[in-house]
């Protein structure tokens, strides 16, 4: 791998918000990025070329002099020489990345995912996204090593500089300390993993964990008649969340360590915008769809990703890995995801008895 | 024990915010609570007699028929009869409630203590409050059952109904579970815990933790010459903060389960008032004592558990028990506490490398 001197060629494939983002800092140590846009992104690389502004995260871009913009029909010219590429799609891109993008990737070539979630293969078995990569990748012949980044990260955030910690996960500590070293800088800054599915798990359930935690903004908007927030509630299911990612990672085959990850994660997300707000539609009173409808026009990628978490805790019960009674407050949000109305927070099902 | 229905006679001991407030829920179940002030609250007790208000909660007392009130020099009538005794002084009481109280609290009857922190006893060694008092009523020749409130609650919060989940934990199941009857409510849920020692190192440790979280609100103050908050750095500092209460609790003796507990009380914490406050003029760069001097008048308990818990972790290291770098946070906390400024968050030496 090259040294930061040297210049790595970085090419991004998806150029939306934290794909693009998460080149501010290679830039500024003096790789050369290279923005595609997916099939969706062709207004967000015109704009970019006309007038160096990245049209949805909203900002300039940084280090102009770095980058150049492709279409996603010049992906070819883009991938030519490139030291490394980024998988820059939402989740709700996956299939097409699997399909229509690890084929062309070049051979030997690593990868680093923003994409975030895992998937359920069925009976409660959860793989996470660079493992699903992986195997796709071997199917149509190819040797890649994928790697991932977790912890809490907003893009707008990260493109205004604030400090940032996250983590990279792959398979080997010398590629991931070699990327490691393109990409930090005083504000972003880079623990190592190998532990691919800890990492993974516990980025995949904050989304879920953030909408119930919201929930309580909007229920205390509800009692109060206006935007007025309580936090002993909030706090009190952020106590929940971290009890049931913990268990839920154990269940992943991910280490303890992730823990913390994951809290930082679930902070950053009840901060975060969308997920925040579809948790607080939901909190005071309205039906899912209902809520859906007011946010019109928004991705709600949390959403999804907190479904097939429900989705897969249904399986894990089922195959009897895990009591119903043990995750309380992601039944509540699956319910909620399915259009009941009317329910309460089970607040009694989360009092413990520890007397070990 | 009395059931609820029999009214129990509660008598607390200190008549300020978090000692006044744990009784709404109590008195919603029928129970007859004595407000004590200490010697310091005169004017609260003065207050609440003409008025029915409280004086610092500003707060209505709910269900004033259950209510009466005593001026310290009242003790003995407030005691006689009494089912429970509360323990509501700060931190800063705690030397006169052990001095003053506890020699003069009826033999057999139990305490439920709001009084947060730990005790540092030398060469590392933390044990609890409710350890310390118990020691004392047994040097005092009193048998008495102490337990203590852990969790996230915020005294304001708690009498507005804001559902709020906490832990009363004590050595005794049964005597746990007959005293959470008197207080369990639709909005106050009690879990229990023989736990004490992870309880209440959770409770303490969270009070220096959230300084540091806040720091990088006045951080970001100061970055964007305004009053704009980023969360990016906060949750990076709540993910170390998690970390570091982990490895802690461990050194305490405390389970594991308490990291859910601490991590919640943590959140509400950064939302809660004081320590927000100093953490983010400490942020902005000002050094201690201005920050202290800007805050003048405000009781800042979280600021002498942080200094106690950074002192006690100091000699944990000196014994050799936890390595300084495990904890590059609390060290932070602590040199900015201890005066000196110019001094930047470690964001790297946050960084892992996780290959087990």
Request: hydrophobic share 40%.
């Amino acid at each position: 791998m090259k040294t930061k001197a040297e210049r790595p060629v970085i090419t991004v494939i998806g150029s939306g918000m934290m794909g693009s983002a998460v080149t501010w800092p290679a830039a500024d140590n003096g790789c050369d990025i290279r923005l595609v846009g997916s099939v969706l992104d062709d207004a967000i690389i015109e704009h970019a070329r006309a007038t160096g502004e990245h049209l949805t995260l909203k900002r300039r871009i940084r280090n102009p002099e770095r980058y150049s913009y492709y279409r996603f029909d010049e992906l070819d010219a883009a991938l030519d020489g490139a030291d490394l590429t980024v998988c820059g799609v939402s989740s709700f891109g996956l299939d097409w990345y699997l399909d229509s993008v690890i084929p062309r990737l070049p051979d030997g070539v690593p990868v680093l995912s923003i994409t975030k979630g895992m998937i359920h293969t069925g009976a409660g078995n959860l793989i996470s996204y660079p493992e699903r990569m992986e195997s796709r990748a071997a199917e149509a012949g190819k040797n890649i090593d994928f790697m991932a980044v977790g912890g809490p990260c907003t893009s707008y955030e990260l493109a205004d500089l604030d400090p940032s910690c996250v983590t990279f996960c792959g398979r080997r500590p010398e590629l991931l300390r070699a990327v490691r070293e393109w990409f930090e800088t005083p504000y972003y800054h880079v623990s190592l993993s190998t532990d691919v599915r800890g990492v993974e798990c516990a980025v995949a359930l904050k989304n879920a964990y953030a909408l119930g935690i919201s929930l309580a903004i909007g229920m205390s908007y509800r009692r109060e008649g206006r935007e007025f927030e309580h936090y002993n509630s909030q706090a009190a299911l952020f106590g929940q969340a971290v009890r049931e990612m913990k268990l839920l990672l154990r269940i992943c085959g991910g280490g303890d360590d992730c823990l913390a990850l994951g809290a930082g994660d679930l902070y950053v997300t009840v901060f975060g915008g969308r997920t925040r707000r579809l948790g607080i539609l939901l909190g005071t009173g309205l039906g899912y769809a209902e809520a859906r409808a007011r946010l019109a026009g928004v991705t709600l990628e949390s959403t999804a990703i907190a479904v097939r978490t429900a989705e897969a805790a249904e399986a894990l019960e089922a195959a009897g890995t895990v009591r119903r009674e043990d995750l309380p407050m992601l039944h509540h949000i699956a319910r909620l995801l399915g259009g009941e109305t009317g329910i309460e927070v089970p607040w009694d099902s989360f009092e413990t008895e520890n007397f070990g």
